[in-house]
């Protein structure tokens, strides 16, 4: 043989030794593939279970609230709870709240003395006189 024609066989040779390495590297290219997307669909089952789970307890803890009803519960007590702790209320603080014996869930006083002095000064008969507060009595409530 000649030089020339070595030098083909070689080269075609090295072309069909690529070609299968990269025909073999697609194959596992593909079947990766595969599988990412068989992992992702079981992760898509799972957190659909998780939040299916989780909408069923927290419809339980609302008292069997569902769709807007339960949404509208839920953001209403985040937002309390974002302003108790904004006003500088811990976490503890708000707990011992929802525990006390004197304010049941319709937020009605429990306390025996419904005429109980509470302090406020209500000779005029004015009601917001008589409301309580969670927070520090301060002369101007939005001072830092």
Do not use: C, W
């Amino acid at each position: 043989m000649r030089k020339k024609a070595k030098a083909e066989i070689t080269d075609e040779s090295a072309v069909i030794i690529t070609d299968a390495v990269l025909a073999e590297n697609q194959a596992k290219l593909d079947s990766y593939e595969k599988s990412i997307k068989a992992a992702q669909e079981r992760r898509r089952k799972v957190i659909i279970e998780s939040k299916l789970y989780t909408y069923d307890k927290l419809s339980q803890l609302y008292g069997g609230a569902e769709g807007q009803a339960l949404l509208d519960a839920v953001t209403a007590e985040h937002t309390l709870i974002g302003k108790l702790t904004a006003s500088g209320m811990s976490y503890a603080d708000i707990e011992g709240l929802v525990d006390s014996p004197a304010v049941n869930v319709s937020g009605e006083d429990n306390s025996s003395d419904d005429d109980a002095d509470n302090g406020f000064d209500d000779a005029d008969g004015d009601e917001a006189d008589r409301q309580t507060s969670f927070f520090d009595e301060k002369p101007n409530p939005y001072a830092v």
